[in-house]
């Protein structure tokens, strides 16, 4: 059942509660790790939208954004002894606070947020962030 949670806002379904709340009978379904990898976060944050969000009922949209979002965002390599392709990619989720204050990327909002993927080959820095509810109208 869709509802509002006073921390989380709207939880508009049971894949919504899965990614916020383990409350969710299907929390388990990823393991701490997982939740921690940059392509669940990139999901998750795709399916949750901002403040103004028309949600889609089909997953396979968020699935293929995010599958598409990631590839852009990271490098691979192969390794020339396994022959696996390897992730090279350092992905790093940053803030900066002062006390209690967190003057970067700004508020504790779950979709606040700002990674630095960081390609070692090519010595390239990407930034991808983003402030809930601070448009640009």
């Not at 388990?28 to 403040?51: A, D, I, M, S």
């Not at 089909?58 to 293929?64: G, H, Q």
């Not at 965002?73 to 020339?80: D, G």
Request: charged share 25%.
């Amino acid at each position: 059942s869709s509802g509002i949670n006073a921390e989380y806002g709207l939880v508009a379904d049971e894949l919504h509660r899965m990614l916020l709340t383990e409350e969710s009978e299907h929390w388990e379904v990823y393991n701490e790790e997982e939740r921690q990898e940059l392509l669940f976060l990139l999901f998750k944050h795709l399916v949750l939208g901002g403040p103004v969000c028309q949600y889609d009922d089909k997953i396979d949209r968020y699935l293929e954004i995010a599958k598409g979002l990631y590839k852009e965002l990271i490098t691979v390599q192969k390794n020339s002894e396994t022959k696996k392709i390897e992730l090279i990619s350092k992905v790093l989720k940053v803030s900066a606070w002062d006390g209690d204050i967190c003057w970067f990327p700004g508020d504790e909002h779950h979709q606040t947020f700002c990674y630095l993927i960081l390609n070692p080959v090519n010595r390239i820095v990407t930034v991808f962030s983003h402030d809930y509810g601070k448009g640009c109208w």
